[in-house]
């Protein structure tokens, strides 16, 4: 009888010990459970003082809703900072992203952790955590002392886009200003040589194309438009003293010249491009295209090719025959803006967004990792945009080598002994190594850039939209 009564009692026992068994498991089942992954920063080898972004996707694996918990981040398992989510559903992601400035250099594990607080009840505790390695490096110098700061002129009218970047021609500087003078500097000092006033410059004087050089003499555009009528000019000067050796007048401001076989080509503000005899500036054709242009407009010339960009109502790019002036192909950026065509081997790259067959027009490869911006070409694309990315891209087949985050730049950089130079839109010239895209260094004025830096045997010099001619000893 007592060995009945406790089988019984042991039988009734085991079934409590099941029905538990059986309820966990099922109230475990209808759980939240929460999962954090594609953890990415803003970039994979920052400076110290470089204020990352840190973003992370949360999902809800579970069978409940999730009421009530906190992300945070943690640098090294130290706290840095957190975020409350009111819910999550079963099923459903959120985004979240932590803006985080690094102030030390070294190595740093960044780890993102759910319910950090212990706030919830989930399926599975263990899959609440996810990291990302930095590895960060020193800060750039960051230069201010200039070797000389020279004033161009006065009156200047600053510009979102374009102006007249510095060319050193038989070791002097030659440059225009967003007004109406045109200088020869010295290379060392800054002091003027000679300077040309460009009379009748219009109602907003500039000098936005860069210079361009022909035998003994220099030539550039200039501006002459007003509100009561339309004009613009080329010029051409001796290198040595600035005297004026022929100057032709155009019906709109001048944007953009270049120089092929002896010949000027000049583009106007109404999409029309001169081309005129570099000695004797004598006019020899003229093209047109339907589109205006604005500061940022440019052109090229290839293999008896003209490349034009027009950029009002529309952007497109012009493949104009130099002997017929017919248009062989057209190319539209639809919302995409372009700046200089860089065209190499039969290919032309638009601003490394993209590349085209240069005697077709038709697209090759395209990068959409690239809002608008401008590039330089050395083997790879090298190029800044609009909002604050640099890139290295593969110019065979457009796919991205390497970026880094900067600052918004509208200008194109420059290439000079592996190291390339940035101007930005907050004061600032970055200089970066060609291979691996770490910041050497960074210098600093006081106005924003929008031409095209130079560096020259040890110096760094660039315009900014303050007026002066900055210039730096190289680091």
Same mark, same amino acid.
């Given at each position: 009888?007592?060995?009945?009564?406790?089988?019984?009692?042991?039988?009734?026992?085991?079934?409590?010990? =099941?029905?538990?068994?059986?309820?966990?498991?099922?109230?475990?089942?209808?759980?939240?459970?929460?999962?954090?992954? @594609?953890?990415?920063?803003?970039?994979?080898?920052?400076?110290?003082?470089? !204020?990352?972004?840190?973003?992370?996707?949360?999902?809800?694996?579970?069978?409940?809703?999730?009421?009530?918990?906190?992300?945070?981040?943690? &640098?090294?398992?130290?706290?840095?900072?957190?975020?409350?989510?009111?819910?999550?559903?079963?099923?459903? #992601?959120?985004?979240?992203?932590?803006?985080?400035?690094?102030?030390?250099?070294?190595?740093?594990?960044?780890?993102?952790?759910?319910?950090?607080?212990?706030?919830?009840?989930?399926?599975?505790?263990?899959?609440?955590?996810?990291?990302?390695?930095? &590895?960060?490096?020193?800060?750039?110098?960051?230069? %201010?002392?200039?070797?000389?700061?020279?004033?161009?002129?006065?009156?200047?009218?600053?510009?979102?886009?374009?102006?007249?970047?510095?060319?050193?021609?038989?070791?002097?500087?030659?440059?225009?200003?967003?007004?109406?003078?045109?200088?020869?500097?010295?290379?060392?000092?800054?002091?003027?040589?000679?300077?040309?006033?460009?009379?009748?410059?219009?109602?907003?004087?500039?000098?936005?194309?860069?210079?361009?050089?022909?035998?003994?003499?220099?030539?550039?555009?200039?501006?002459?438009?007003?509100? !009561?009528?339309?004009?613009?000019?080329?010029?051409?000067?001796? %290198?040595?003293?600035?005297?004026?050796?022929?100057?032709?007048?155009?019906?709109?401001?001048?944007?953009?010249?270049?120089?092929?076989?002896?010949?000027?080509?000049?583009?106007?503000?109404?999409?029309?491009?001169?081309?005129?005899?570099?000695? #004797?500036?004598?006019?020899?054709?003229?093209?047109?295209?339907?589109?205006?242009?604005?500061?940022?407009?440019?052109?090229?010339?290839?293999?008896?090719?003209?490349?034009?960009?027009?950029?009002?109502?529309?952007?497109?790019?012009?493949?104009?025959?130099?002997?017929?002036?017919?248009? +062989?192909?057209?190319? &539209?950026?639809?919302?995409?803006?372009?700046?200089?065509?860089?065209?190499?081997?039969?290919?032309?790259?638009? @601003?490394?967004?993209?590349?085209? @067959?240069?005697?077709?027009?038709?697209?090759?490869?395209?990068?959409?990792?690239?809002?608008?911006?401008?590039?330089?070409?050395?083997?790879?694309?090298?190029?800044? !945009?609009?909002?604050?990315?640099?890139?290295?891209?593969?110019?065979?087949?457009?796919?991205?080598?390497?970026?880094?985050? =900067?600052?918004?730049?509208? #200008?194109?950089?420059?290439?000079?002994?592996?190291?390339?130079?940035?101007? #930005?839109?907050?004061?600032?010239?970055?200089?970066?190594?060609?291979?691996?895209? @770490?910041?050497?260094?960074?210098?600093? %004025?006081?106005?924003?850039?929008?031409?095209?830096? +130079?560096?020259?045997?040890?110096?760094?010099?660039?315009?900014?939209?303050?007026?002066?001619?900055?210039?730096?000893?190289?680091?």
């Amino acid at each position: 009888m007592m060995r009945r009564k406790m089988l019984i009692n042991f039988l009734a026992l085991l079934v409590v010990i =099941i029905g538990c068994a059986i309820f966990i498991g099922w109230w475990s089942l209808y759980k939240p459970d929460l999962l954090v992954s @594609d953890v990415t920063s803003t970039e994979a080898n920052p400076s110290v003082n470089n !204020t990352e972004v840190i973003k992370a996707e949360i999902q809800n694996a579970g069978k409940a809703t999730a009421k009530g918990f906190d992300v945070c981040l943690l &640098d090294n398992g130290a706290p840095i900072t957190s975020k409350a989510i009111d819910k999550l559903d079963k099923g459903k #992601t959120v985004n979240v992203d932590f803006t985080y400035t690094l102030l030390s250099s070294g190595h740093h594990t960044l780890e993102i952790q759910i319910d950090c607080k212990n706030h919830i009840r989930e399926a599975n505790e263990e899959n609440n955590k996810a990291k990302i390695e930095l &590895d960060v490096k020193e800060a750039p110098p960051q230069i %201010t002392a200039t070797v000389f700061k020279r004033q161009l002129g006065n009156n200047w009218h600053p510009t979102n886009y374009g102006g007249s970047s510095p060319v050193i021609h038989n070791g002097k500087i030659y440059v225009g200003g967003k007004n109406e003078y045109f200088f020869c500097l010295n290379k060392e000092t800054g002091e003027e040589i000679w300077k040309y006033k460009v009379e009748n410059a219009g109602m907003h004087p500039g000098i936005y194309s860069t210079p361009v050089f022909y035998k003994n003499n220099v030539y550039f555009g200039s501006t002459g438009s007003s509100f !009561t009528e339309s004009g613009g000019y080329v010029f051409s000067l001796n %290198t040595e003293n600035g005297k004026l050796v022929w100057k032709y007048e155009t019906g709109s401001d001048i944007f953009s010249i270049t120089l092929d076989n002896g010949e000027i080509y000049a583009l106007d503000s109404n999409g029309v491009i001169y081309r005129i005899d570099a000695l #004797t500036g004598k006019l020899i054709k003229t093209y047109k295209m339907p589109e205006r242009t604005n500061f940022a407009s440019s052109i090229v010339i290839y293999k008896g090719k003209i490349y034009a960009i027009g950029d009002i109502p529309k952007t497109r790019l012009y493949c104009i025959d130099t002997e017929t002036g017919s248009i +062989l192909w057209t190319f &539209d950026g639809e919302k995409y803006k372009f700046s200089i065509p860089v065209i190499y081997h039969d290919k032309v790259y638009l @601003d490394g967004r993209y590349c085209l @067959d240069a005697n077709k027009g038709f697209v090759i490869w395209e990068n959409k990792e690239v809002s608008r911006g401008s590039q330089a070409f050395d083997k790879d694309l090298f190029v800044a !945009t609009v909002d604050g990315k640099f890139l290295c891209i593969n110019a065979a087949n457009g796919q991205t080598i390497w970026k880094q985050t =900067i600052e918004p730049s509208v #200008t194109s950089p420059f290439i000079s002994n592996k190291k390339i130079y940035i101007g #930005t839109t907050v004061n600032k010239v970055y200089c970066i190594d060609e291979h691996s895209g @770490d910041t050497i260094a960074i210098y600093k %004025t006081n106005g924003v850039i929008t031409t095209r830096p +130079l560096a020259y045997n040890g110096k760094v010099y660039v315009v900014a939209d303050d007026g002066y001619l900055y210039c730096f000893e190289e680091k």
